[in-house]
Nanobody
Framework: QVQLVGSGGGLVQPGGSLRLSCVVS????????MGWYRQAPGKQRELVAS???????SYADSVKGRFTISRDVAKKTVYLQMNSLKPEDTAVYYC????????WGQGTQVTVAS
């Protein structure tokens, strides 16, 4: 059974940085196709960053140049490095993995405020 456990959220000032982690257990083929989504209050969940086939990365326009998705296969972990954070980045962040099915982490709160 595949499980994703996300962590690393917190409160940070505008301009600060955070690194989110998502540890995968079970079928590690899920690591080939991973993404980070976020959902702000009153808004739909949106895709922030993804890595597909273990190689290709893509980003939402709103985070390009500020966020970086990466993975460490040995640690079965996918990361989201978030720099130059803005108040509008405040949301619950979810990691997602896809291999035959969709799998979701439990979400981690990121709050950007002074």
């Amino acid at each position: 059974q595949v499980q994703l456990v996300g962590s690393g959220g917190g409160l940070v000032q505008p301009g600060g940085s955070l690194r989110l982690s998502c540890v995968v257990s079970g079928n590690i083929l899920v690591l080939r196709n991973m993404g980070w989504y976020r959902q702000a209050p009153g808004k739909q969940r949106e895709l922030v960053a993804s890595i597909t086939s273990g190689i290709t990365t893509s980003y939402a326009d709103s985070v390009k140049g500020r966020f970086t998705i990466s993975r460490d296969v040995a640690k079965k972990t996918v990361y989201l490095q978030m720099n130059s954070l803005k108040p509008e980045d405040t949301a619950v962040y979810y990691c997602n993995g896809r291999w035959e099915n969709d799998y979701w982490g439990q979400g981690t709160q990121v709050t950007v405020a002074s």
